[in-house]
């Protein structure tokens, strides 16, 4: 069974960073692209950056390129996502998916982003 469990989210101010991370399970990793969305209050899921199975591709939504960075470690079977210079906008529950560009599932239970002054 897949498993996705994500953590890392919290409360910050505009301009302040948060590192996400997604525990995975259930499958091979190494061998599996995968990507970040996010949904905002309101919101439908969007699409936020995504990263080949080996780690040395990646792809940014283009409002957070330059500001977020993914990575994986495929020994430890984890995904991080690297949030930086955060805007309000940015607010959001952020779910790890199984594979390229999709919103899943699978997809793991989420890790909410808040920020605000």
């Known amino acids: 069974e897949v498993q996705l469990v994500e953590s890392g989210g919290g409360l910050v101010q505009p301009g302040g960073s948060l590192r996400l991370s997604c525990a995975a399970s259930?499958?091979?990793?190494?061998?599996?692209?995968m990507s970040w969305v996010r949904q905002a209050p309101g919101q439908g899921l969007e699409w936020v950056s995504s990263?080949?199975?080996?780690?040395?591709?990646?792809w940014y939504h283009d409002s957070v390129k330059g500001r977020f960075t993914v990575s994986r470690d495929n020994a430890e079977n984890i995904l991080y996502l690297q949030l930086n210079s955060l805007k309000t906008e940015d607010t959001a529950m952020y779910y790890c998916?199984?594979?390229?560009?999709?919103?899943?599932?699978?997809r793991g239970q989420g890790t909410q982003v808040t920020v605000s002054s």
């Open positions: 998916v199984k594979g390229f560009m999709t919103f899943g599932p699978p």
């Open positions: 990263i080949n199975s080996g780690g040395k591709r990646t």
């Open positions: 259930g499958f091979i990793f190494s061998a599996s692209d």
